[in-house]
């Protein structure tokens, strides 16, 4: 059984989708420490003058606060931008806006306090919406454990029952396959190789990578996904 896992991200880019689409079952680390400017909170999105970065304030109490217990300043009207910035700016003429666009406004229409269930309904959106039907579960749902780094992401797996975890390239400098090989789990490495595809507003100009999955969605459809597919290559460790 592969496992893979990753903290929750705001508005996941493909590497996140690809990985949780390539194992048995992926857990959500929410009660890690919450990385400030980092990808947990903002993404980027394309439109016709390049990227544009969409980040969700948050409130700031300490620097050891866990994911799960980051709260979001809704002092400021963000939704609003971002709901703006989305519609209007960057996808209200993509080829799918018509059959996404509800599903995407609507998220900026409900009222938010912690930032890991606004991140969990933008990754709901995306993966429901490429037909990726793979279980999740919170690491906060599976107990306490002692370990950090390899050990810990050792002791989730075991815990799930896993035979192999699927890694992304950029944990090779601290994940340590040996630490697994106690656990009776093989580690692989991701090697995730981003797809091109016509992005709408931007005919005639380079190719914007690493942008939100929502940009391969509004572009290309459930289809996309078979991109994402196509482009695979795993490595064992």
């Not at 003058?49 to 409130?59: A, D, E, M, R």
């Not at 890991?116 to 039907?133: E, K, Q, R």
């Not at 396959?177 to 005919?203: D, K, L, M, S």
Request: glycine share 6%; charged share 25%.
């Amino acid at each position: 059984m592969r496992v893979a896992m990753h903290q929750p991200h705001y508005l996941p880019w493909l590497g996140l989708v690809d990985k949780i689409d390539r194992c048995d079952l992926f857990i959500v680390l929410d009660d890690v420490q919450f990385e400030r400017k980092g990808w947990q909170h903002r993404n980027y999105v394309a439109s016709k003058n390049g990227p544009v970065l969409l980040t969700v304030p948050v409130i700031q109490r300490s620097r050891n606060e866990r994911i799960i217990d980051k709260s979001i300043n809704n002092e400021t009207p963000w939704q609003e931008k971002h709901q703006r910035t989305l519609a209007s700016h960057c996808y209200r003429n993509s080829p799918f806006w018509s059959e996404f666009g509800e599903g995407v406004t609507d998220v900026y229409n409900r009222e938010w306090e912690r930032l890991v269930d606004l991140s969990t309904a933008t990754t709901d959106l995306v993966l429901n919406a490429f037909g990726v039907t793979t279980p999740m579960v919170r690491s906060s749902e599976l107990g306490e454990f002692p370990g950090q780094k390899s050990e810990l992401l050792a002791q989730l797996s075991a815990k799930v029952g896993a035979t192999t975890m699927l890694s992304g390239e950029g944990a090779r400098g601290y994940v340590d396959p040996e630490v697994f090989a106690r656990y009776g789990i093989t580690v692989e490495w991701q090697t995730f190789r981003h797809p091109e595809y016509p992005q709408h507003n931007r005919r005639g100009q380079e190719f914007l990578p690493r942008m939100a999955a929502l940009d391969l969605l509004l572009n290309a459809g459930p289809e996309g996904m078979d991109l994402v597919r196509a482009a695979r290559s795993t490595e064992a460790a």
